[in-house]
T-cell receptor, first 112, second 113 residues
Framework: GQQLNQSPQSMFIQEGEDVSMNCTSS?????WLWYKQDPGEGPVLLIA?????ELTSNGRLTAQFGITRKDSFLNISASIPSDVGIYFC????????????FGGGTRLMVKP | EAQVTQNPRYLITVTGKKLTVTCSQN?????MSWYRQDPGLGLRQIYY???????DKGDVPEGYKVSRKEKRNFPLILESPSPNQTSLYFC????????????FGPGTRLLVL
């Protein structure tokens, strides 16, 4: 099936630092989604992107839908301890029956 | 409250003993899916269903069965569990509209001895 390459796999940062993670694919996606998973919970949607080039913010989070439709990034500014968790990108492609394909996840650890 | 529920949340079983993990959603969603999450591998889709009586294999369907007799329920069946099916399982649902949000259940942690 389709694959999304998400990087980095993990990050250990100091509170207050900015964070950047991205996903790339060899396939085109029509929608990009970014989820966060807290320990012991299911993933929760953070940001959804529907158009190539779209830049969307949600508080300290900003995500962009790449112009080529094959990539997306998520930035977190001024990180805080509750940002800890696993962040997943996911893409929806019309060519794949509108189903979601997930990246491998980025584990974020924040040192107070 | 819109939600996806899964039961049980935790399960320890032995090899070969059939089990079912239930999933139910109260949002009248067409799409439902099952994923398993393993360290370093992210979320991998097991099976999905686009509507009642319509199911299809995801990326890792071997050893699993599903059924979709009603719109709200999408049980995951392990006929003969094996230790390599020890994992964290998530059910998810969403509407069929383009770009609709996918909601996840709280997860079921399964250990097969």
């Amino acid at each position: 099936g389709q694959q999304l390459n998400q990087s980095p796999q993990s990050m250990f940062i100091q509170e207050g630092e900015d964070v950047s993670m991205n996903c790339t694919s060899s396939s085109i996606f029509n929608t990009w989604l970014w989820y966060k998973q807290d320990p012991g919970e299911g993933p929760v949607l953070l940001i959804a992107l529907y158009k190539a080039g779209e830049l969307t913010s949600n508080g300290r989070l900003t995500a962009q839908f790449g112009i080529t439709r094959k990539d997306s990034f998520l930035n977190i500014s001024a990180s805080i301890p509750s940002d800890v968790g696993i962040y997943f990108c996911a893409g929806i492609s019309d060519n794949a029956g509108n189903m979601l394909t997930f990246g491998g996840g980025t584990r974020l650890m924040v040192k107070p | 409250e819109a939600q996806v529920t899964q039961n049980p949340r935790y399960l320890i079983t032995v090899t070969g003993k059939k089990l079912t993990v239930t999933c139910s959603q109260n949002m009248n969603h067409e799409y439902m899916s099952w994923y398993r999450q393993d360290p370093g591998l992210g979320l991998r889709q097991i099976y999905y269903s686009m509507n009642v009586e319509v199911t299809d294999k995801g990326d890792v369907p071997e050893g699993y069965k599903v059924s979709r007799k009603e719109k709200r329920n999408f049980p995951l069946i392990l006929e003969s569990p094996s230790p390599n099916q020890t994992s964290l399982y998530f059910c998810a649902s969403r509407s069929s509209g383009a770009g609709e949000t996918q909601y996840f259940g709280p997860g079921t942690r399964l250990l097969v001895l």
